[in-house]
Structures are given as structure tokens and as C-alpha cells.
């Protein structure tokens, strides 16, 4: 049983970066694991944001492409986010999720295993 825990989540200007870790209990990405940022804004769905795999496939969302990059730390077992050029519409709880999968997917019910999530409020 993964467990997940992000962290970097705050408060900053449109315009600005932020940068997310999420960190898990065991290994990952060596054991077939894919892991994934999505998003929920106030009233909305959960959302797939990026995702990235042991082989270093990655996928984004279309409203992030250019602007994030998913990376992974393998012998931390971390995924990174690192969000450039923040749009208030950027704003929500952002959760780390991981899946037993071959490719990186930002399909909500893929994910078995998530954080608690971190709040990022842009402004």
C-alpha cells in the first residue's frame, strides 16, 4: 500500500512559479508504478494534470503544456511539478497519485493510491 504526501503548495502572483514534490513510502518507479499530478478547483472535477513513468513517459494536459514539467527523482521515489507562468485559473488542490500501469495516463480511475493534496492559490 503506497502512501503519498505532497508538499510546495502556497500562495503567489499570476506570473509566477511554484514547485510541488510528492513523496512516497516505497520504491515506484522501478516497480511498474506510474505517478500523476491532478488538480480540483472549488466546485469542479479532479483533473489530470501530468503524468510520468519509470521509462520517463510523461503526458500533460493540454492548459499545462509548456508551462509545467513532470519529473521524477527515483531514489527519492518523488515526483516533482514545476509550475511556471501561474494563471489564477491554475488555483486548486493539486493531489500526487500513483498506479500500477505501463503508461502514463491521466485517467482519474486508473489511480489507486493518492495524497491528501496541497492547495496552490494563484492571484
Known amino acids: 500500500h503506497v502512501q503519498l504526501v505532497e508538499s510546495g503548495g502556497g500562495s503567489v502572483q499570476a506570473g509566477r512559479s511554484l514547485r510541488l514534490s510528492c513523496a512516497a513510502s516505497e520504491s515506484t518507479y522501478d516497480r511498474g508504478y506510474c505517478m500523476a499530478w491532478f488538480r480540483q478547483a472549488s466546485e469542479k472535477e479532479r483533473e489530470g494534470v501530468a503524468a510520468?513513468?519509470?521509462?520517463?513517459?510523461?503526458d500533460y494536459a493540454g492548459s499545462v503544456a509548456g508551462r509545467f514539467t513532470v519529473s521524477k527523482d527515483n531514489a527519492k521515489n518523488a515526483l516533482l511539478l514545476q509550475m511556471d507562468n501561474l494563471r489564477p485559473e491554475d488555483s486548486a488542490i493539486y493531489y500526487c497519485a500513483a498506479a500500477r500501469i505501463g503508461f502514463p495516463s491521466l485517467a482519474r480511475y486508473l489511480y489507486a493510491y493518492w495524497g491528501p493534496g496541497t492547495q496552490v492559490t494563484v492571484s
Open positions: 510520468i513513468c519509470g521509462s520517463g513517459y510523461t
